[in-house]
């Protein structure tokens, strides 16, 4: 829908946005769930450390990640816990949009080198139990205009989950030129629109959050490995922004960089039992070293071919 202060203007579907025979889903519930499955196949799962420091070998090439310290008093005055260093033959970085480790691989390994800047956005999303009579299961509404100016990117979407559940949220690019606009505010001037107000009456918030979005697209895209390393997910720009998602890009991001860096260490492991190479290695170290290039040229495919290397 197109907005304007009073009216509603129905547009037809762009086909990127036409969702007919998706399902909408709980991303904190699938990922619960996905992270069981892993765990159940061997995987360890450190929930609550944030990675703080990029570890590298000698040559340069990455070693693994170090957690940060634990425990120390505001001023450095109180001893506590080292953090703990975790090596791998390949380290993928996930961190999301903006990682903070990302960014010192961009710089390390100039990986953003010739290609055009990021562009960012901010996010705001809520989750709302409404009235039985507003909820409609399965309906996915997106609008553009008010409260937006016509100079200002924004817009917001509507998703009406099981269980009366609404999530509704607002996405503004971080360019706008108003320094008074508060995107916050304007995702509650949203909700006062005539066209979507009647959805929140005698509703009740559950919960909020906000987060940013990296919005630059495929020209934004980094090079996507390293020696010792690659970037997956919204850490190197995976979001496809005319549709809004991005958590199919990361997982296929993900699972492309993984069947590299199998195909790299079972290679690495053939050529140490004397069996010919199916991918030459930059490095006798089982991998360490290597570039991962292969994930570069998959997603290229997986992209139909304008992805980066
Ligand atoms: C408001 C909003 C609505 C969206 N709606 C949709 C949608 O409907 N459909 C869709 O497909 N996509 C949607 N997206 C985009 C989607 O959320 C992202 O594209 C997707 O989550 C990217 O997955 P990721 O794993 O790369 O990054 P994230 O999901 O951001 O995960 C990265 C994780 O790494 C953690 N982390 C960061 N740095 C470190 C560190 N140094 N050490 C340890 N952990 C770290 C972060 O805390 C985070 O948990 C939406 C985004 C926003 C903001």
């Not at 762009?14 to 061997?42: K, T, V």
């Not at 919960?207 to 010792?228: H, V």
Request: proline letters at 6%.
């Amino acid at each position: 829908m197109y907005l304007t202060e009073t009216e509603s203007i129905q547009l037809p579907t762009p086909p990127q946005m036409n969702n007919h025979g998706n399902y909408i889903i709980s991303l904190g519930n699938f990922c619960r769930w996905l992270g069981q499955q892993a765990e159940e196949l061997g995987v360890e799962i450190y929930p609550g450390f944030a990675a703080a420091e990029v570890l590298y070998h000698e040559d340069g090439s990455v070693k693994g990640v170090a957690t940060g310290n634990v425990g120390t008093g505001k001023n450095g005055d109180q001893e506590g816990e080292p953090g703990i260093e975790l090596w791998a033959k390949q380290t993928i970085f996930a961190e999301g949009c903006r990682g903070s480790l990302t960014k010192t691989l961009f710089e390390r390994f100039n990986l953003r080198d010739g290609v055009d800047p990021q562009t960012y956005g901010i996010g705001i999303k809520e989750l709302w139990e409404v009235q039985p009579g507003h909820h409609q299961p399965g309906k996915i509404t997106h609008t553009v205009g008010w409260p937006m100016n016509q100079t200002t990117y924004g817009g917001s979407f509507l998703y009406h989950p099981e269980d009366n559940l609404v999530v509704v949220g607002f996405v503004v690019g971080l360019d706008y030129k108003n320094p008074y606009l508060s995107p916050y505010e304007e995702f509650q001037r949203f909700k006062t629109h005539p066209a979507i107000k009647g959805v929140f009456e005698g509703a009740r918030r559950i919960s909020y959050g906000a987060r940013a979005l990296s919005e630059g697209g495929i020209q934004s895209l980094p090079k996507l490995t390293f020696p010792g390393g690659a970037l997956v997910g919204d850490t190197a720009g995976f979001l496809n922004v005319p549709k809004i998602k991005g958590t199919h890009t990361a997982m296929k991001s993900g699972m492309l960089a993984a069947e590299a860096v199998f195909e790299l260490l079972s290679a690495n492991a053939e050529s140490r039992a004397g069996k010919p190479r199916a991918i030459r290695a930059r490095s006798s170290k089982a991998g360490c070293t290597a570039n991962c290039g292969r994930y570069g040229t998959s997603v290229r495919r997986s992209a139909g071919g304008c992805g980066k290397p």
